[in-house]
């Protein structure tokens, strides 16, 4: 769709040397008047239920939206946490319903509100709960300490670009002086690629394109039987319905990634570019074969591509949700974001990543944070309940 696009704009700024200039602003003029603008907005994007046995914004929607903004915040020590959590939770209802003034009008349509807590809360609430664990430090980090860790994370997502700077504001207000903002993160995400038709075990799949220019988030516990046993935190009750967030800011060396061959490109990846299938063969929606070698030897899949790399079996560990946006600001690259049963599942891969994936010479971590994202809550169960007073 975006290559269509894009060949198509080329055209008509080159000029065809079969149309005339005359013929082809004709072509572009439209023959009827100009809409009013209102009514050329689309449709709202449907509604995703705040409430349940999980929260949103992580499963759903799907595809994700196209924007996001995370806002990580601290917890001054006076502050009662349960009453602040249930407040948060009130105003999520709030601004996802559209009933909140704060939204100023905007309908809320897909709008998702996701809030995690992080170590130093859940310890708090039982040493040895899942999220208990602060995240270690990894190689090529240039983390400013205010950029390190956190006690809240609000992951606001949407379709409507104008909503998370404005849901933030509204659930900033609703929580007043118990938090203390410490940093906050804006992403984009490209067109949806498809990866798998939707099946009776599993809806369709889609990932996007990052800003190296290949599909990022194909691999991953999609199924309802994957979520379960690598996603949604099982128990100990008062977690349950919960997962561990892990997010990472990385900056991307452009440059220098632009610079390398299509096939070098690949190589660091261990898929196409254009089409996502793995080196070893395939379409996009197949799994990378890690021992296909070429007839002298050599595997298809290079051994220190990143695919290789991360891949779950070859560490060790279960798989992530990878729902990760792209950012310019502070400077280009990827804020990911990824969501497992076990912190265990994102330090056992970053470790074996350390040791020699091609893809992380051109990476910077610049923030990193993990946090319990609370289990689904209701009105009458509120958000964050079966963990704080
Ligand atoms: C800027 C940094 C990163 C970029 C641009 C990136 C991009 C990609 C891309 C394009 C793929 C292949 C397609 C896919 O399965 O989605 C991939 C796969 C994967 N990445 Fe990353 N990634 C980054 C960092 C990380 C980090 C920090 C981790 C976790 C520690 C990670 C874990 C994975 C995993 C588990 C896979 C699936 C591997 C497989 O089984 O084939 N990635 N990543």
Redesign the pocket.
Same mark, same amino acid.
């Given at each position: 769709m975006v290559a269509l696009g894009l060949t198509a704009g080329c055209d008509a700024h080159a000029g065809r040397p079969d149309r005339s200039d005359a013929a082809a602003s004709a072509a572009a003029t439209p023959a009827t008047p100009a809409t009013p603008a209102a009514a050329q907005d689309p449709a709202p994007a449907p509604s995703v239920p705040a409430t349940g046995r999980y929260q949103a914004g992580v499963t759903l929607p799907q595809p994700a939206q196209r924007n996001l903004l995370a806002v990580v915040a601290d917890v001054p020590a006076a502050v009662a946490v349960g009453p602040l959590l249930a407040d948060l939770g009130r105003t999520v209802r709030a601004l996802t319903a559209g009933t909140d003034p704060r939204l100023l009008g905007l309908p809320p349509g897909d709008l998702t509100v996701t809030v995690g807590v992080g170590p130093r809360l859940v310890r708090a609430a039982g040493p040895s709960l899942p999220g208990a664990a602060d995240l270690p430090r990894f190689s090529r980090e240039r983390i400013a300490p205010r950029a390190r860790g956190g006690d809240l994370l609000v992951q606001i997502c949407a379709g409507d670009a104008l909503l998370p700077a404005v849901a933030a504001t509204a659930l900033l207000d609703a929580a007043g002086d118990r938090l203390r903002e410490r940093w906050r993160q804006s992403g984009h995400r490209g067109a949806n690629i498809p990866v798998s038709p939707a099946t009776r075990s599993q809806g369709a799949v889609t990932?996007p394109r990052?800003l &190296?220019g290949?599909?990022?988030?194909?691999?991953g516990p999609h199924t309802a039987a994957a979520r379960d046993r690598h996603l949604w935190l099982a128990g100990p009750a008062p977690v349950a319905g919960g997962t561990i967030a892990v997010l990472?800011r990385?900056e991307?060396d452009l440059p220098r990634f632009a610079a390398l061959s299509v096939a070098e490109q690949e190589a660091v990846?261990g898929?196409r570019r254009a089409g996502g299938a793995p080196l070893s063969g395939g379409t996009i929606a197949s799994d990378?074969d890690l021992g296909a070698k070429t007839p002298d030897g050599r595997y298809l899949v290079p051994a220190d591509a990143?695919?290789r790399r991360?891949?779950?079996n070859a560490v060790g560990a279960g798989l992530?949700l990878?729902r990760s946006y792209s950012i310019d600001d502070p400077a280009p690259?990827?804020l990911?974001v990824?969501f497992q049963n076990d912190l265990r599942t994102?330090t056992r891969? &970053?470790t074996r990543?350390d040791d020699s994936d091609a893809?992380l010479g051109f990476?910077t971590a610049t923030a990193a944070a993990t946090f319990l994202i609370l289990p689904g809550f209701d009105e009458r169960r509120p958000l964050g309940s079966s963990l704080f007073r």
């Open positions: 990932a990052n &190296l290949f599909v990022d988030g194909i691999v990472r990385m991307l990846f898929r990378p990143h695919v991360a891949n779950a992530m990878r690259g990827l990911f990824s994102f891969t &970053l990543m893809l990476t």
